[in-house]
């Protein structure tokens, strides 16, 4: 599995995560939906996104 791939498995997770915590918990989960797509978007204008960092330091090849 390459950089990118794991970066949308780990993303989608995450809002689907939250969006979930956000309807059955507390609604202050939808923050942290907001947080990833915030960092999504920035990502694509930067071309860079904190957690490519981990996963290239966990050993995902690049794609």
Do not use: D, H
Not at 43 to 58: D, H
């Amino acid at each position: 599995m390459t950089v990118n791939e794991m970066l949308r498995l780990i993303a989608g997770g995450f809002v689907v995560i939250s969006v979930v915590l956000g309807v059955f918990v507390s609604p202050y989960f939808f923050l942290f939906t907001a947080f990833v797509g915030l960092n999504l978007a920035q990502s694509a204008f930067s071309g860079w996104c904190p957690m490519m960092t981990f996963l290239r330091k966990a050993g995902f090849r690049e794609g």
